[in-house]
């Protein structure tokens, strides 16, 4: 559970943005389990803007050819500190601090042939100048049959590590799915001596054949390409999450990608600074979904301007408990527009079900449709109160709305 820069900066987020939204989460969110602060991509490059990623960029790199702060996004980072003032702060709040990185080596230091550390080997010897992204030009790729690859990827993480690094967004990894770099990433961090969260991008046509891979080296994984404040791009993640849902956790968690909730779009690549799209009954299922499925829940909103409303969703005790608590979620029931998942929890069972038709209805299920004995307590988690418990289950539901329930035995 956390932040990350990229739904309202995008490419451009600077320190006081960090620190204003870390703050934030201190002080209205941590308490229910919102911990990660998570600056997204393209922090060492001094030119980033909003609308796309400028080709061949002069990007801030130390000596042997790993990527700085842009001291002029982040002052702290100015004389070679880089994040450990920002990561302090951030750890000086109770929270953790992440960052992300592209798949690869900085190009600027391959085309300067600059050492590679603890090798006596350069920058060109071990890229892969083939093995480049088709969105972004910052990084060629790594020959991993050269022992200087690894190398590399190893001094990067303990780069990240002398700052206080906590959690790693890896991107450019898995679509298409580049399993060297996988493995060499996920060793890098066993090596760099501090435990580090790793999450991988972006999972665009991710196929469940590669969980148990997945699992074994990396915490989480992004299953879809990015998910913006569109309820058609919502309403695609209940197909990829039932698929992956027999493949989650523990400690290895599908990730159905960030919460584009609140305030969004000040400087990212997609829309103008806004309000949320997503009305409230579909953030309510976006949340309900998410948690019952128990995908890691990223804000993308600008906190420091997020409405009252918003962060009252976000600090629901009971819902958070859902995803705290439960385990082996499945979809058990679907008929027209009605979904429904069952996850187990530490007494009975959470029950979300869903409604994804275009206007406001009745959902009537019996509960041995669901696989689940008749309650004798039914709790509305979003509500925080009790229901009558009758069968069939009857809800009304509004339009692309949801339910989020907890049923107890007698």
């Known amino acids: 559970m956390g932040w990350n820069s990229w739904d309202c900066f995008g490419t451009s987020v600077t320190e006081d943005e960090v620190r204003g939204n870390a703050l934030v989460m201190a002080d209205r969110l941590a308490d229910v389990g919102w911990e990660y602060v998570v600056v997204d991509i393209q922090w060492y490059e001094p030119s980033a803007r909003a609308g796309g990623y400028r080709p061949h960029a002069d990007l801030v790199l130390d000596e042997v050819g790993r990527p ?64 480049t992204s088709t969105w972004i030009t910052d990084n060629f790729g790594l020959d991993h049959r050269h022992p200087g690859a690894q190398a590399y990827y190893d001094s990067l993480l303990a780069l990240f590590a002398e700052w206080g690094v906590d959690y790693v967004k890896a ?21 760099c001596g501090r435990p580090m969260v790793l999450s991988l991008s972006p999972g665009t046509d991710l196929p469940v054949g590669r969980a148990e891979h997945l699992a074994k080296h990396a915490q989480l994984w992004r299953i879809s390409g990015d998910l913006w404040d569109r309820w058609e791009d919502v309403a695609a993640q209940f197909d990829r999450l039932a698929a992956w849902a027999p493949y989650a956790g523990p400690e290895a968690w599908p990730d159905a990608d960030m919460l584009p909730l609140g ?55 009971e819902v958070v408990t859902v995803l ?27 029950l979300a079900v869903f ?28 509500q925080r109160r009790d229901l009558p418990v009758a069968d069939p289950l009857r809800l009304t539901l509004d339009r692309h709305g949801a339910a989020l329930l907890r049923c107890e035995p007698s």
């Open 171 to 191: 991107d450019d990894m898995i679509a298409p799915y580049w399993a060297a770099d996988v493995e060499a990433f996920a060793l890098a961090i066993e090596r």
């Open 355 to 382: 409604h994804t038709g275009p206007a406001a209805a009745e959902v009537c299920i019996p509960w041995a449709e669901l696989g689940i004995s008749r309650p004798a307590r039914l709790r509305d988690l979003w």
């Open 68 to 131: 700085l702060p842009a001291p002029n996004r982040f002052p702290s980072a100015a004389g070679g500190l880089g994040f450990r003032p920002l990561a302090d702060y951030v750890h000086s709040l109770g929270l953790k601090f992440g960052v992300h990185v592209l798949r690869g080596i900085p190009r600027p230091a391959v085309e300067a042939r600059v050492p590679v550390l603890g090798t006596e080997v350069t920058a060109a010897e071990v890229a892969d100048r083939r093995a």
């Open 324 to 350: 705290r608590e439960g385990s082996g979620a499945r979809e058990v029931y679907r008929a027209g527009s009605t979904i429904a998942w069952t996850a187990t929890a530490p007494r009975g069972h959470y």
């Open 263 to 317: 305030r969004i779009g000040i400087r990212a690549e997609v829309g103008e600074a806004r309000e949320t799209r997503l009305t409230v009954p579909e953030q309510v299922t976006m949340l309900s979904l998410w948690s019952i499925a128990r995908s890691p829940l990223m804000l993308g909103c600008d906190l420091t301007s997020t409405d009252p409303s918003t962060l009252t969703l976000l600090t629901n005790p």
